[in-house]
C-alpha cells in the first residue's frame, strides 16, 4: 500500500511540517548555498543574511542547534536531501572528510622552524653569489676580487 504525497506530508512530525510550510521543500524552492540579501527569493534559513538597506548582518532563522534538530527528524524518514543546504556536516559526511590524528601525523612546529628550509635556501644562493652583492654594494671591491682570482689561477 503506496502512501499518497499529502498522506505521507501529514506523518511527518509537527516540526518538520511546519518546516516545509514555510519552507516549502527542495524541488519545489530553490535555497541558495552562501549567505545572501534578505531580499533574496532564494533565502537560505540556516544562513546569516545580509540587509542591504542599513548594511547589518542578520543571523540565520534556525540555528545551528534548531538546523541539526531539524536534520536529524528529517534524517530518521528520509527525506534530509529535502532541506535548505545546511551550514554544517552531520553524520557520515563529517567523519568520511575529517583528517584524523592531523597534529600527530605532521605537526605545525613553530615558526622559526616551518621557515628554516626556506632561510637556508637563501643563504646558500647569497654564498654563491656573494662576489657579485659585494661589488653591488662596493665597487671598489672589484680590484681585490680580481686579484683574488689571478692568485686562485696560479696556485694550482
Known amino acids: 500500500m503506496s502512501l499518497t504525497s499529502k498522506e ?12 516545509f510550510i514555510k519552507f516549502p521543500p527542495r524541488p519545489y524552492a530553490e535555497y ?10 532564494h533565502l537560505n534559513p540556516f544562513l546569516p543574511n545580509k540587509n542591504p538597506e542599513s548594511g547589518k548582518w542578520q543571523g540565520p532563522k534556525f540555528s545551528l542547534r534548531r538546523s541539526a ?6 534524517k530518521k524518514f528520509g527525506i534530509q536531501d529535502l532541506l535548505p ?3 554544517r556536516k552531520f553524520y557520515e559526511e563529517k567523519y568520511n572528510d575529517k583528517n584524523w590524528m592531523r597534529g600527530v601525523l605532521s605537526q605545525k612546529k ?4 616551518r621557515e628554516f628550509e626556506d632561510k637556508l635556501e637563501v643563504r646558500k644562493e647569497a654564498i654563491a653569489n656573494m662576489d657579485d652583492i659585494i661589488v653591488a ?4 671591491y672589484k680590484k681585490q676580487l680580481q686579484k683574488r682570482q689571478a692568485k686562485q689561477k696560479t696556485w694550482y
Not at 534538530?69 to 528529517?74: E, N, T
Not at 654594494?137 to 671598489?140: E, G, L, M, V
Open 69 to 74: 534538530d531539524l536534520f536529524k527528524m528529517a
Open 8 to 19: 505521507a506530508f501529514s506523518k511527518l512530525p509537527q516540526k518538520l511540517h511546519n518546516f
Open 137 to 140: 654594494a662596493r665597487p671598489s
Open 110 to 113: 613553530r615558526k622559526w622552524e
Open 32 to 41: 541558495s548555498v552562501k549567505p545572501s540579501v534578505i531580499t533574496d527569493p
Open 85 to 87: 543546504p545546511l551550514p
